[in-house]
């Protein structure tokens, strides 16, 4: 059973750490902090790896921005006339509201995608040597695979 104490230290944990996104059962923050989504869920603090780090910042960053894209999407969707109406959007009552709240979701799903862009090249940038190198030999066992099954499959009778 959970007390207040743990739900006190659990809200000042997701407080810290900001908005989050939820990705395979955790709340996964901008920081790179995840918390298992359910209320006796561990809370798991950045890692201080910085290539691992990176790697979740980054992912962070790209579950945002296809969020923010979506809510976009489905905002022109709805005001071209095919998108279904969410009650939040039950308080724009003129054009230029319409209009001024779609002008707001595409600068924000812009700079959600800017940062994932930035998030993603700092993540490259930090990609240890050996990972690089395990990569490249999966690559080069993947096309040598290839190559013998094309071998194989060009043998008939």
Known sequence: MINSHQMHERDSFETEHGP???????????????????????????????????????????????????????????????????DAWATLYTEEDRIAHLKTLQQQAKRSRAKYMKAKREAKAATPFWVEERDAQEIDEQRRNEEFLQQVDQIQL
């Open 20 to 86: 989050f996104v939820l990705v395979d059962g955790f709340k996964l923050f901008s920081d790179a902090a995840l918390v298992e989504d359910n209320p006796m869920g561990r809370m798991i603090s950045p890692p201080e790896d910085k290539y691992e780090r990176l790697k979740l910042v980054a992912r962070y960053w790209q579950l945002a921005a296809q969020t923010d894209e979506e809510a976009f999407d489905e905002f022109k969707t709805y005001l071209g006339g095919t998108g279904r109406r969410q």
